[in-house]
């Protein structure tokens, strides 16, 4: 471990309050997504208070501070961006949720933010700042969580946001990832492990969300129902129809199609005249989202059809699929450095668990950290995946927490591994990027093949309707 690994690992030990502090002022401070105001402005302060440049309302509450430490000016710079997620998630039951919109942090990316002021401590230190050959842009993220179809398609016509996905998705447009070599982000696990850190991309489900509306004609229910066209058993016909879909779906695809009732009806004596419906299709890749939205569109028209109603089916982009990466080897460097560090800390938890992880790196003999399983799949979907399809992405997971995703009983309850563990890996992977011309940062570019040009990625999540075939976006 060099003096540079020894500063960083020491910069954020020595600012551990400071970090867990900010965390914490977040996590009982939760916002929906593209409303994070407050979260974006605690964001930004702490990223000036680092003497870092700061813009703040980009895609409405996004957060960019700029560390470039470059002494010359030849060539392209090394660019290297570094991510948390601003918003919480829709739990009205959870403990912190706030009262007035049900909103908390039952995914912990305050946890994700606190890792990102982490990281963001340790690299805009003089000392270390002088040791990187390239530029460190830091991100606060607004909307990953999805936001409902109403508030992005008035932000939309308000000339607030282009797209009708979410934050990553509006950044991309805006240009904030142009350029950029590699992205660092970090989130709690999404996949059952032992390890208490996992780096690398499991591959994850894409999405498409859709509001079916159906229309059908009021009656009274008990007198004059022949004189009504009931939405609701029509809404009702097209889950059926929907369902004998199912064993049509293949299991390697992955297809989750899943949503609720917003509206079904108004008296219970008036033959409902609108039913609306959202539903979300996820599937593992592109093909087979847009076979699983062919079904799905099909059911309802025809359930509508059976009975006289119309069925109106407006898309909303979702996300595309994670696509699967190993760790890279800068990963794996960084990983050492800490286990070399913690192996003197007889008090940490693990550390009288032996298993070999990496035998080419003899600190490795370590259960702490672990490399994704390639073989397995998430069905649960994140835009993160938007950015693996257009640049290479650094992803670390990580334990610390209690409950589930997305549920009342969701909890960090290790800050060290949910929020300090995560800063130290993406800091220390940032360094071994960047380090000695930035040479790994310039070859792991030069390798990667995107599967979508920004061009090729904005066309398909634009929701233009002009006749072209678009997996996304698409109005019925």
Known sequence: MDEIEQRILSLIDDNRKRILDFAADVRLHPESGFKEYRTA?????????????????????????????????????????????????????????????????????????????????????????????GIVVFLGVPAEEGVEGDLKRQLQRDGKIGLLSGGKAELIRLGVFDGMDAALASHAHFTETEADLLIGNSSTNGYVAKTITISGKAAHAGSKPHEGVNALNAASLGLTALAYHRETFRDEDSVRIHG??????????????????????????????????????????????????????????????????????VQWQAAAAIMESFSSRADHRAINQPMTIRPEHPAMQHPLVRAVDPTRHNPLSTDIGDLTHLLPV??????????????????????????LMPARLMALTTYH????????????????????????????????????????????
């Open 41 to 133: 402005s605690r964001l930004a302060e702490l990223f000036r208070s680092l003497g870092l440049p700061t813009e703040e309302g980009l895609a409405v509450t996004g957060v960019r501070a700029v560390l470039d430490p470059r002494s010359m000016n030849c060539g392209l710079p090394t660019l290297i961006g570094i991510l948390g997620e601003l918003d919480g998630v829709r739990c009205d039951h959870h403990p912190e949720a706030d009262p007035a919109t049900g909103i908390a942090h039952a995914c912990g990316h305050h946890a994700q933010l606190g890792a990102l002021a982490g990281a963001a401590v340790a690299l805009s230190d003089p000392e270390v700042a002088a040791a990187l050959n």
């Open 394 to 419: 650094l992803h670390v997971t990580s334990g610390g927490y209690e409950g589930s995703l997305h549920g009342s009983d969701f909890r960090i309850v290790d800050d060290e591994m949910a929020i």
């Open 260 to 329: 609720v009732i917003t509206k079904g009806g108004g008296a219970i004596n008036v033959v409902p005249d609108e039913v609306i419906a959202e539903v979300m299709v996820r599937a593992k890749n592109l093909d087979a989202i847009k076979d699983a939205c062919m079904k799905t569109d099909r059911s309802f028209t025809a359930g509508a059809g059976a009975l006289g109603a119309q069925a109106h089916i407006a898309d909303l982009p979702g996300y595309l699929p994670v696509i699967a990466r190993p760790p890279e080897e």
């Open 433 to 476: 990027l960047l380090r000695n011309g930035a040479a790994a940062a310039r070859e792991l570019r030069e390798r990667f093949v995107p599967a979508l040009t920004k061009e090729d990625y904005l066309a398909l999540m634009d929701g233009k309707t002009d006749g072209s075939e678009t997996l996304i976006g698409r109005k019925h």
